[in-house]
């Protein structure tokens, strides 16, 4: 049996400047004899304020450790991918992301993403 279709996981991720500008750095470095800091991502349900279950993570890269939450996005975002970085083809749809808190947060701001809160 063969596989025609060969399906690809995205996920977006949202971590404090600090931690992205390490992750940046470790994912555009060549490999060198130094391992680069492991990135582990552990799924958790959690209940909110509104005794509704939400989906939870637990972050770690590196020294820094934070929890996450699952969060859906306004709209639908595609994203693309390119053989030659000349054509550019549909790849996925993102709907979600997983936006990791800064040190000492463990929920959301109910305003954080919301334009009504932001005036």
Sequence with gaps: MSKIFE????????????VAEKLNAA???EQT???PPTLELTPFFALDDENSE????????????SFGTLVD?????????SLDFINFFKS?????????HPNGET?????????????
């Design 73 to 81: 996005l306004p709209t639908i975002t595609e994203s693309a991918k």
């Design 27 to 29: 994912l555009s470095t």
């Design 33 to 35: 004899e130094e391992a």
């Design 107 to 119: 929920a959301l701001d109910k305003c954080l993403f919301l334009f009504e809160c932001r005036q």
């Design 92 to 100: 996925n749809d993102v709907t979600q992301m997983v936006y990791v």
């Design 54 to 65: 939400s989906l939870r993570f637990k972050f770690k890269f590196g020294d820094f450790s």
């Design 7 to 18: 399906f690809e996981n995205q996920l977006l991720l949202r971590v404090p400047p600090t």
